[in-house]
DNA sequence: GTAGGAAATGGGAACGTTCCCCATCAGCGA
DNA sequence: TCGCTGATGGGGAACGTTCCCATTTCCTAC
């Protein structure tokens, strides 16, 4: 394999009879002064050559890539795919290429994932934060948007689901099924901020008036296999749940896999129910009650308010867009037996 | 947000009052000849500007660019995310970022990813082909891995799991089960090419003697609700089969869940075996018998074989990884009924 | 036929690196 | 004192684009 270097601007230029410059000003298409049969030439000559436009090159002079970086925390939890999906989607639609990064809830890697940014200057990023603070994303001086509804973030773009209001749409729906000992099983994410999800569901206690108990709360890294942990806790305590909300469809996965090996009956004697609606959820058994996620939509909001940005939008102020879950009934949920 | 360029190799020379060449030399980390007190100078000096060493223009010059892509034909089927875990993390260890590209199994978009690669001096790339042929890949000329078994791409090293001793695991789980009339769900990629896993399927019945109904055999594609469509034809069939084999887990699962709506006892009446291992097969109802494929090794495999190559190892023949599958019984095999 | 201006094209610097090759300098032996 | 050596540092071209500005061509109206 020898190096046939590819054919560069300057040789379309000879074979075509033009300048460079118009070649350039062929290949970027805007139908900038240049006569129709020199246009046709060029394309001619392009077209015999096999000429590629170097992206790096024209990087190097415009300041601009044309690459995108998502970065997420754990490609393993079909959550995010999904996501992932809806930004690629519409970022390929606008010429983007996205790259996904995966730093598998390690702090370290999502530095190691800003530092390729910043260096391979990629255009803009999309990013679930692990750790990484408001005013460390700021001296990235890249447009960035987070996914995620917290507020940590007041200089961003964020695109969430609404936590608060999908663990209220849990929670109302076991209240409303007559439960009154409610387990909660909190994922940890590696970021200290207060969970989301653990004051809802101290708030929804308040509200209704319900004994809040420590010892239903369990919390643990979101993973199928430490669900199962968690629920095998709950359920030796000295007076269980009867239901328990988990953080998210994995974690509601493992536990329901827990509860049936203990031999408890879902939904007779426990009521599970997750935040998500993996594809899995739907074909546990019994299937998964869970508050359903539009997570291709949030890759797609997501990306969409990226893009504007690096139209060059430039908002007065941060914008928030939270999207709303939606309670997903299936049959892990039942009055307290 | 006014533009304070990044500064350049420029200005840290400048401040520590050396060339932009040792400076090179220092950021570059060889330990070329330059002085331990030079080296200090210029350290602080990066240290204090917060230089970041622009890859773009070091892409240009030296023809690097640190970026490996790889291309998928579905992010939303578990499998993938697990064999790009495997590609990323070793990739990454070795200072290259990958892109994650998602075909989607449309032959359209996987040539635009390899105008991407190409457009982008890609440094490689790790490709599970959909359309592309050989040719076209040489074409490329870029160092490529391809994800999969089969022999159509004599020029270049691949990693797939063996497929053809997957289907010959399944069935040989299956014909020891004592089952003779055996359904495969198989699934079409926009490939032309024969399947391999329903050539294993006729050889297996010559092999064992058993006669071959080709009404036992559907084609769909790759996904859940296929699988669940495909299994109804297969039920609706004069002489339905007493067990079923699908290509992959997704179909496996969605026969499952379609025979379990249209009443047939699991593994009762009928015995469902997949290929792959997702993580959602061991979590369906009963959990589902399947053959387990080294999902994340063959990323890691992947990955090896092509930064070997990057680092300019030039093997004179192609290398073909092909690891094995492991027999994973759970509970939707049993002897015929 | 010519001036004037619009349209089309070309020349060349610049982007930030890398790397070849040359300059400088200290130290040292003759 | 000279010249040599090895160690260190610097100058400048090159990578392939883009884009500003200058130049040439062509057309129209007088």
Redesign the interface.
């Known amino acids: 394999?020898s190096k046939?270097r590819?054919p560069t601007i300057k040789d379309v230029a000879r074979l075509a009879g033009v300048s460079k410059t118009t070649v350039g000003r062929v290949v970027n298409g805007e139908d900038l002064r240049v006569a129709e049969k020199t246009r046709a030439r060029v394309l001619a000559a392009i077209e015999m050559l096999g000429y590629?436009?170097?992206?790096?090159?024209s990087?190097?002079r415009t300041d601009q890539?044309?690459?995108v970086a998502l970065s997420i925390p754990d490609?393993?939890n079909?959550f995010w795919?999904?996501v992932?999906?809806g930004v690629?989607d519409t970022c390929?639609a606008q010429g983007y290429?996205?790259?996904?990064?995966?730093s598998?809830w390690d702090a370290g890697?999502e530095l190691?994932h800003l530092?390729?940014v910043?260096?391979?200057?990629f255009d803009g990023l999309v990013l679930n934060p692990i750790r990484i603070a408001n005013a460390e994303l700021r001296a990235l001086?890249t447009p960035t948007v987070l996914l995620g509804s917290d507020d940590d973030y007041p200089d961003f773009d964020s695109v969430g689901s609404d936590s608060v209001g999908a663990v209220d749409t849990a929670l109302e729906h076991l209240i409303a099924l007559g439960h009154r000992r409610i387990g909660l099983i909190a994922g940890i994410s590696q970021r200290s901020r207060p969970d989301t999800r653990y004051h809802c569901y101290i708030d929804m206690h308040q509200r209704h008036n319900l004994p809040f108990d420590p010892a239903l709360v369990v919390r643990c890294p979101y993973s199928?296999a430490e669900g199962a942990a968690a629920m095998r806790r709950l359920l030796a305590g000295a007076a269980p749940p009867t239901a328990v909300l988990a953080g998210n469809d994995l974690l509601a996965?493992g536990a329901?896999?827990a509860a049936k090996q203990a031999g408890v009956a879902i939904p007779g004697d426990l009521s599970i129910i997750g935040i998500d609606d993996i594809?899995?959820s739907s074909?546990?058994?019994?299937p998964l009650t869970t508050v359903a996620k539009p997570k291709y939509e949030i890759g797609v909001r997501a990306a969409t308010l990226l893009l504007e940005r690096l139209r060059g939008d430039?908002p007065e102020v941060p914008r928030k867009v939270l999207l709303r879950g939606e309670l997903q009934v299936r049959e892990t949920t039942a009055p307290p037996g």
Chains 1, 2 share one sequence.
Not at 97 to 102: I, P, S
Not at 118 to 121: D, F, I
């Open positions: 394999m046939p590819q590629e436009r170097n992206i790096v090159a990087s190097l890539t044309l690459m490609i393993m079909p795919p999904e992932a999906r690629q390929e290429t996205v790259a996904l990064l995966n598998d890697r190691v530092q390729t910043r260096r391979n200057r001086n199928q996965i329901l896999i594809d899995a074909t546990t058994s019994p430039r």
